[in-house]
């Protein structure tokens, strides 16, 4: 890659001006996305494989029919107000919404962000159940915000200097691969896990009528794309019914068609009772929707608003987006099934090539690989992990990391097998060069 002074210029005013967030060394300024393809402001061209941190699930730029929907939208108006007015559109939009979405779904609440719609589920599971209390993953990662943040765990940089988080227990997460319990099989760490909160947190710590929530991802993405075995979330769904606990499932990453399904829940065959989705909803803008299930009821008046929820330009945006996924359901899901196999095929072989590359798993197009410094000891390969993220970039190719030592393999789903092949290829000759 070619890093001329523009692009110097550009980091340096911005590290000046904007205060330091996640982002990883790289020397990317983005200029525009075309096709499969994402270009710097000096021209150089790259494949992401991280949909612009899976938002772009559809295609780089989302597509035509979302930006002209977007585009129309700007001529007529762009903000409604839709908490203190109504308008026809957002309606319409969530009508669509819940019809994708089990049977007896539901009402929704919109808003800008990932963390917000973890929020409004924090809310209306207090709400709903009159309970205080709520439980989430080791690993986990809910957002930013007070409220989410104190349900993310997964990194101590993300809370550090924020606490206290009153309220919220944390569990181990069943990770095959490394197995907090050191359980027998995936099956048994999943029962395990179980058995945890049954004894030692409802047993022991919080009662369990005093328990709003479990809030889950159906596969942890920051927290290294782990998939939990296959039985776990029917078990939680048992144990959140025995004692009336609602589960809170974030859809945020993993949902929107990446794992086939527009729920990544659905692959385990459970159903939770809130779901919140964000970034791919909006094809490229800001929105959020929390949905509930509709016997949960509805909130009363004044308990929760925002100003931008429900944005008409976001909702044209992820209203055309939506349709485009109805209409091509049936193709979107046998691409993401036919490149999901060609993916993790191809991270199979390296995985048996290479001692560099300790595991490969995930549902569809959500893949991780995770990187060790020896298969026996599974001891995180982190400066590898970097390594290769820097050869692939200086190579056209953009992976973001995940856990301590993992990649996360998400192009957009509509990205063509030519290009995913040539990424690949580039993440081949990375670890190669990072085993020495
Ligand atoms: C699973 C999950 N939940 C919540 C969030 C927070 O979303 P946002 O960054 O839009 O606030 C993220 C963002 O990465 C996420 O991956």
Redesign the pocket.
């Known amino acids: 890659m070619r890093i001329g002074a523009k692009i110097k210029g550009v980091i340096d005013r911005d590290r000046r001006v904007i205060f330091t967030t996640t982002r990883e060394d790289f020397p990317f300024v983005v200029d525009h996305g075309a096709g499969d393809h994402v270009f710097d402001i000096e021209g150089n061209r790259f494949i992401d494989f991280g949909s612009f941190?899976s938002v772009y699930t559809l295609g780089v730029n989302a597509n035509a029919q979302i930006r002209n929907a977007a585009k129309r939208q700007i001529d007529r108006l762009t903000h409604a107000m839709f908490a203190d007015f109504r308008a026809e559109l957002p309606v319409r939009f969530a009508e669509k919404l819940v019809g994708m979405f089990p049977p007896g779904f539901g009402r929704v609440f919109f808003s800008n962000?990932?963390?917000e719609a973890?929020e409004d589920a924090i809310k209306l599971s207090k709400l709903f159940t009159e309970r205080p209390h709520l439980i989430a993953f080791y690993g986990a990662?809910?957002?930013?915000t007070m409220g989410a943040l104190g349900l993310t765990a997964s990194k101590t940089a993300h809370r550090a200097h924020f606490s206290p988080f009153p309220g919220v227990t944390h569990v181990p997460f069943p990770d095959p691969y490394r197995c907090p319990f050191n359980s027998g099989s995936p099956e048994e760490c999943a029962k395990d896990a179980i058995d945890y909160i049954e004894t030692n947190v409802l047993g022991k710590e919080v009662p369990p009528d005093e328990v709003a929530a479990i809030f889950f991802?159906p596969i942890q993405?920051?927290g290294g794309y782990i998939v939990p075995p296959a039985g776990f979330f029917r078990q939680l769904r048992k144990l959140a019914d025995r004692h009336g606990i609602l589960l809170v499932d974030?859809e945020?990453?993993a949902g929107y068609m990446r794992t086939g399904r527009f729920l990544a829940l659905d692959n385990f065959g459970a159903r939770a009772d809130i779901y919140a989705m964000?970034?791919s909803l909006g094809g490229g803008f800001p929105l959020a929707a929390t949905v509930a299930r509709r016997s949960l009821g509805d909130t009363p008046a004044g308990a929760h608003a925002g100003t931008f929820g429900g944005n008409l330009v976001a909702v044209a945006a992820a209203e055309a987006s939506l349709d485009y996924v109805r209409r091509n359901m049936r193709s979107l899901q046998s691409q993401v099934r036919r490149k999901g196999k060609r993916i993790m095929r191809r991270l199979r072989e390296m995985e048996g090539r290479y001692e560099l590359v300790g595991d490969v798993r995930g549902i569809g197009m959500m893949i991780g690989m995770e990187l060790v410094k020896s298969k026996e000891g599974k001891e995180y390969a982190v400066a590898e992990r970097d390594a290769v993220m820097k050869s692939c970039f200086n190579h056209g190719l953009i992976l973001l990391p995940a856990g301590r030592s993992a990649l996360r393999i998400i192009p957009p789903i509509t990205m063509s097998d030519s290009n995913i092949d040539k990424g690949l290829d580039i993440i081949e000759d990375a670890i190669r060069e990072a085993s020495g």
């Open positions: 941190v962000s990932g963390s973890i990662f809910h957002g930013r991802e993405g920051e974030d945020i990453q964000a970034k």
